[in-house]
């Protein structure tokens, strides 16, 4: 009796040991960018991190450095939660780009992946389009325009993509919720320029992107839950 007694409470400690790590595993934050140096990333197609830098605890693009690129992780993920920061020199543009597919067959994050935009909404020139400024699903569904900080201020950004349901929150504010793939969606996308991009969205795990876009722009507090 005693060794039976025995059996079922290492069993059950077994059993809650097991439930335990799954519980921990599955909502553990883990850090894509260490504040101080690049390492987890690489610019698209290449080796290193091309014209990012390291300075002040953010990743930052250098504009005068050649061989501009956007930066993805190394690793590809497909369910999460991703949390950053971003800022934006005045009249700059950017985004945060998800699902990429890297392949030299594709020459950029956009052909295949899905983009937040990060944008100055007040004097960037790709403002004049709703579905074009800070936080929206870019050229596809809008989010409000007042959501976004002034260019210099850091923006908070939490992304969520859980089985196709694509959900965005910026500064706290939910700005962006559809599901790829719905009715809703097809009809974005039927409107929308990448209508004809044979690859765009179809991979359901790729890369995280910041892109390259001619200004100025920090990322920091990247970090990711996977679901």
Not at 50 to 78: F, H, I
């Amino acid at each position: 009796m005693k060794n039976t007694s025995k059996l079922l409470v290492i069993a059950a400690a077994m059993i809650g040991l097991s439930s335990g790590s799954f519980a921990q595993s599955s909502t553990e934050w883990q850090k894509l960018f260490d504040g101080k140096t690049t390492q987890g990333w690489h610019a698209y197609l290449k080796q290193d991190a091309g014209p990012w830098r390291v300075v002040n605890g953010a990743l930052q693009l250098d504009t005068q450095a050649p061989n501009q690129a956007d930066l993805v992780t190394n690793d590809e993920y497909e369910n999460y939660e991703l949390s950053l920061d971003w800022k934006i020199a005045p009249g700059g543009n950017s985004g945060i780009i998800l699902g990429v597919h890297e392949s030299p067959e594709l020459g950029a994050t956009y052909l295949s992946g899905i983009e937040m935009q990060v944008l100055d909404n007040k004097d960037a020139s790709d403002n004049k389009k709703e579905n074009h400024l800070a936080g929206s699903l870019y050229d596809l569904k809008a989010a409000p325009g007042d959501a976004a900080k002034p260019a210099g201020q850091w923006n908070h950004v939490v992304i969520r993509k859980d089985h196709d349901q694509l959900t965005f929150w910026l500064n706290k504010n939910k700005v962006i919720d559809v599901k790829i793939g719905s009715a809703e969606w097809n009809e974005l996308l039927a409107n929308s320029k990448f209508k004809s991009w044979k690859s765009f969205a179809q991979y359901p795990k790729g890369h995280i992107a910041l892109q390259a876009h001619g200004a100025v722009v920090d990322y920091k507090n990247i970090r990711i839950k996977q679901l």
